[in-house]
């Protein structure tokens, strides 16, 4: 601070001067939903796509409120072509009559343009609910050019209109309709806050209100959109949803046909003393993951999705990982029970819980997190004495599901303890990829390592695997193609850097076999065109960067079936086509019916069958790749134009060999 700057703290004519100009007329006070328009953030998150369809969000779950407290059973959902949206429920309807703090308004008027007005601050009205902050349709009403609302209450339709958040008028009575009940909310979102480019998105919508479908089973959703708004989409322009089991109806419909490591999903239901509330979940262990994630926890309150998760899911996590291992104890495996942690049981689970409680603390407005400490109590007591039974009663899925969970728990200590200890090399660390689930022998003698498609396939391939010998590294989809790429580029691909780091043996002049920490490198891909690419990349990577693993005899592709042929009680397994046809000429000829089932990928097999078909050494087929040193220039070439980085050559070569067809035997 200068000395000016000083001396003028302590000036009294420089403070007198500030003050006079600082007064009552600089105190802004922002009335009714003015500070929902100039502050949208602080109420739906910003003003991109996400903000708007959060006012969608806000309107459904008023409805869902009155589906939950037993007051409606049906919603209908309509998108219209120039961006309106309609939300109708056959539910009590808002009321209407004279507000008793506000006389000149309607209870309606005060809701729409107030906020934290409504009926959900007691139980007296909504046992329980999600919009408890009295701030969603309001903040709606604020954020639209245009909103309309209808509500048929003892026999009679009102309606008011409203323009970004102010009333166009006092509510009007409509006349009679002996055969309607409920609210209609029709609104358009305002221009001026979410621009001219953003408009509701069909297949975002159809998703929120499936998935409020699926958290009461007495709830049925009707969509109805223009045609013209998802034409050349899969989103049907009308859809019914309406599902009995609830969250176990939505883990069907996520898990599709993924294989599971129990044969039936842990789910159930439990209604809390005085109806106070209930707990509702869905589980299922899949070795093949989700998309890019291992697992997922989808956790609600009051239908409210809660994508931070909160005191429910702790309360879900503190019940299965104290309960397994207990189960653990039970069965003989309480040495191993102690490793077991919360991210073992649910790392490759699809979780699912719902949970209705009536008075809901969330973090924020926008209700991402639950913070109610009670609902930790209530979901661990509802779950745990269900899931030692569901134990109990399947001794044979829950051996799988103990096997599973302890072998997760396993490789984690593993991978902690390689990352700690030092590296026979005096000079330098042995630092592995957190994804390579390695082999326990200490020696490479005898051992090989998987280079897998995929974490779906990896996961797989980890159950199938013989831990004492056999390693597997998934790679996420195509690495680089080497043979097009600059130096400085493939040694930043994450993907070859962990293939590095697994292999150890170094890169380019860097390579040295000695230090190679398996006996074998297996390229393990899917049977088909993909497969064959990644694999062709794989081979191009080690030729150019590690020609020593070829010379040496080290790499070898596993060659997976891509059919299974089954008839009268015996089975079969065909590499391609030809040897599909070659079975059903010989062996499988006779009198029967042939079933003929198509692996979609190594991810899509049984562990048992991927075991037995590509990695168990008894019953698999490899083929070892080596180079032609006779025909070294033609095999230089030969990379060059499938790989290299001149384009023309892969065209040229195409169109000369374009009728050629080679069929390998191996």
Same mark, same amino acid.
């Given at each position: 601070?200068?000395?000016?700057?000083?001396?003028?703290?302590?000036?009294?004519?420089?403070?007198?001067?500030?003050?006079?100009?600082?007064?009552?007329?600089?105190?802004?006070?922002?009335?009714?939903?003015?500070?929902?328009?100039?502050?949208?953030?602080?109420?739906?998150?910003?003003?991109?796509?996400?903000?708007?369809?959060?006012?969608?969000?806000?309107?459904?779950?008023?409805?869902?409120?009155?589906?939950?407290?037993?007051?409606?059973?049906?919603?209908?959902?309509?998108?219209?072509?120039?961006?309106?949206?309609?939300?109708?429920?056959?539910?009590?309807?808002?009321?209407?009559?004279?507000?008793?703090?506000?006389?000149?308004?309607?209870?309606?008027?005060?809701?729409?343009?107030?906020?934290?007005?409504?009926?959900?601050?007691?139980?007296?009205?909504?046992?329980?609910?999600?919009?408890?902050?009295?701030?969603?349709?309001?903040?709606?009403?604020?954020?639209?050019?245009?909103?309309?609302?209808?509500?048929?209450?003892?026999?009679?339709?009102?309606?008011?209109?409203?323009?970004?958040?102010?009333?166009?008028?006092?509510?009007?009575?409509?006349?009679?309709?002996?055969?309607?009940?409920?609210?209609?909310?029709?609104?358009?979102?305002?221009?001026?806050?979410?621009?001219?480019?953003?408009?509701?998105?069909?297949?975002?919508?159809?998703?929120?209100?499936?998935?409020?479908?699926?958290?009461?089973?007495?709830?049925?959703?009707?969509?109805?959109?223009?045609?013209?708004?998802?034409?050349?989409?899969?989103?049907?322009?009308?859809?019914?949803?309406?599902?009995?089991?609830?969250?176990?109806?939505?883990?069907?419909?996520?898990?599709?046909?993924?294989?599971?490591?129990?044969?039936?999903?842990?789910?159930?239901?439990?209604?809390?003393?005085?109806?106070?509330?209930?707990?509702?979940?869905?589980?299922?262990?899949?070795?093949?993951?989700?998309?890019?994630?291992?697992?997922?926890?989808?956790?609600?309150?009051?239908?409210?999705?809660?994508?931070?998760?909160?005191?429910?899911?702790?309360?879900?996590?503190?019940?299965?990982?104290?309960?397994?291992?207990?189960?653990?104890?039970?069965?003989?495996?309480?040495?191993?029970?102690?490793?077991?942690?919360?991210?073992?049981?649910?790392?490759?689970?699809?979780?699912?819980?719902?949970?209705?409680?009536?008075?809901?603390?969330?973090?924020?407005?926008?209700?991402?997190?639950?913070?109610?400490?009670?609902?930790?109590? /209530?979901?661990? *007591? %509802?779950?745990?004495? !269900?899931?030692?039974?569901?134990? +109990?009663?399947? $001794?044979?899925?829950?051996?799988? #599901?103990?096997?599973?969970?302890?072998?997760?728990?396993?490789?984690?200590?593993?991978?902690?303890?390689?990352?700690?200890?030092?590296?026979?090399?005096?000079?330098?660390?042995?630092?592995?990829?957190?994804?390579?689930?390695?082999?326990?022998?200490?020696?490479?003698?005898?051992?090989?390592?998987?280079?897998?498609?995929?974490?779906? /396939?990896?996961? *797989? %391939?980890?159950?199938? !695997?013989?831990?004492?010998?056999? +390693?597997?590294? $998934?790679?996420?989809?195509?690495? #680089?193609?080497?043979?097009?790429?600059?130096?400085?580029?493939?040694?930043?691909?994450?993907?070859?850097?962990?293939?590095?780091?697994?292999?150890?043996?170094?890169?380019?002049?860097?390579?040295?076999?000695?230090?190679?920490?398996?006996?074998?490198?297996?390229?393990?891909?899917?049977?088909?065109?993909?497969?064959?690419?990644?694999? /062709?990349?794989?081979?191009?990577?080690?030729?150019?960067?590690?020609?020593?693993?070829?010379?040496?005899?080290?790499?070898?592709?596993? #060659?997976?079936?891509?059919?299974?042929?089954?008839?009268?009680?015996?089975?079969?397994?065909?590499?391609?086509?030809?040897?599909?046809?070659?079975?059903?000429?010989?062996?499988?000829?006779?009198?029967?019916?042939?079933?003929?089932?198509?692996?979609?990928?190594?991810?899509?097999?049984?562990?048992?069958?991927?075991?037995?078909?590509?990695?168990?050494?008894?019953?698999?087929?490899?083929?070892?790749?080596?180079?032609?040193?006779?025909?070294?220039?033609?095999?230089?070439? #030969?990379?060059?134009?499938?790989?290299?980085?001149?384009?023309?050559?892969?065209?040229?070569?195409?169109?000369?060999?374009?009728?050629?067809?080679?069929?390998?035997?191996?």
């Amino acid at each position: 601070m200068t000395s000016a700057a000083r001396n003028s703290l302590f000036d009294d004519s420089a403070s007198s001067k500030a003050e006079a100009e600082y007064s009552a007329k600089d105190i802004e006070v922002l009335e009714g939903l003015e500070p929902v328009r100039r502050h949208p953030g602080m109420y739906v998150g910003g003003t991109n796509s996400s903000a708007m369809h959060h006012l969608f969000a806000e309107i459904l779950d008023n409805a869902m409120d009155e589906v939950v407290s037993g007051h409606a059973d049906r919603i209908e959902i309509t998108l219209e072509a120039d961006n309106w949206l309609t939300v109708k429920d056959n539910g009590r309807g808002i009321p209407v009559d004279p507000h008793p703090k506000f006389k000149d308004k309607s209870a309606l008027e005060v809701i729409m343009t107030t906020l934290h007005a409504g009926g959900k601050f007691t139980s007296k009205s909504y046992q329980t609910s999600g919009g408890l902050h009295g701030v969603g349709v309001s903040v709606t009403n604020a954020l639209s050019s245009h909103l309309e609302v209808e509500v048929a209450r003892n026999r009679k339709l009102y309606g008011q209109k409203f323009s970004q958040g102010k009333a166009q008028g006092k509510l009007l009575e409509m006349g009679s309709v002996p055969n309607r009940r409920g609210t209609l909310i029709r609104f358009q979102p305002d221009r001026e806050i979410f621009g001219s480019k953003l408009n509701f998105s069909p297949k975002r919508l159809i998703q929120m209100a499936r998935s409020k479908a699926y958290l009461h089973r007495g709830a049925e959703i009707r969509w109805n959109c223009d045609p013209e708004l998802v034409e050349g989409t899969d989103t049907p322009h009308e859809a019914r949803f309406h599902f009995p089991g609830g969250l176990a109806d939505f883990l069907k419909e996520k898990l599709g046909k993924k294989t599971t490591i129990t044969d039936s999903i842990f789910s159930g239901q439990v209604e809390r003393e005085n109806r106070d509330g209930s707990v509702e979940w869905a589980l299922a262990w899949t070795p093949q993951g989700f998309g890019d994630t291992d697992g997922f926890i989808n956790a609600y309150c009051n239908t409210i999705p809660t994508p931070e998760g909160g005191t429910h899911v702790a309360g879900m996590r503190s019940a299965l990982t104290k309960g397994l291992r207990a189960y653990a104890d039970i069965v003989g495996q309480g040495k191993k029970s102690g490793i077991i942690t919360a991210e073992d049981v649910l790392g490759t689970a699809g979780a699912m819980v719902s949970v209705f409680v009536t008075k809901p603390a969330f973090q924020g407005q926008t209700k991402e997190k639950l913070a109610t400490p009670s609902a930790t109590k /209530a979901v661990e *007591s %509802a779950m745990r004495d !269900r899931f030692d039974h569901w134990l +109990a009663a399947n $001794p044979q899925q829950s051996a799988k #599901l103990l096997e599973w969970v302890i072998g997760r728990a396993e490789d984690r200590i593993r991978r902690r303890k390689q990352k700690e200890v030092s590296r026979k090399s005096a000079t330098r660390k042995l630092r592995l990829p957190g994804k390579l689930a390695d082999c326990s022998n200490n020696s490479n003698e005898g051992t090989e390592i998987f280079l897998v498609e995929g974490d779906s /396939a990896g996961g *797989s %391939a980890k159950q199938g !695997r013989d831990r004492f010998t056999q +390693a597997i590294l $998934p790679l996420k989809g195509k690495i #680089l193609n080497v043979a097009s790429a600059a130096p400085d580029k493939i040694m930043a691909n994450q993907e070859i850097k962990d293939l590095v780091q697994a292999l150890g043996v170094g890169i380019g002049p860097k390579f040295n076999i000695d230090d190679l920490r398996y006996e074998r490198v297996i390229i393990m891909t899917d049977a088909d065109v993909d497969g064959d690419h990644i694999a /062709a990349l794989l081979m191009t990577f080690f030729y150019t960067c590690m020609p020593g693993l070829l010379e040496s005899g080290r790499l070898f592709l596993a #060659l997976p079936p891509l059919y299974r042929l089954t008839q009268k009680g015996k089975s079969a397994y065909a590499r391609n086509e030809a040897h599909r046809d070659e079975l059903l000429a010989g062996p499988f000829s006779g009198p029967g019916k042939v079933e003929i089932s198509r692996f979609k990928g190594l991810g899509e097999m049984m562990p048992a069958q991927l075991k037995e078909t590509t990695m168990n050494p008894a019953t698999r087929t490899l083929a070892r790749v080596t180079i032609d040193r006779d025909n070294l220039p033609t095999t230089e070439a #030969l990379v060059e134009t499938l790989m290299g980085k001149k384009p023309e050559l892969r065209f040229a070569f195409i169109q000369e060999h374009a009728t050629e067809t080679v069929d390998l035997d191996i």
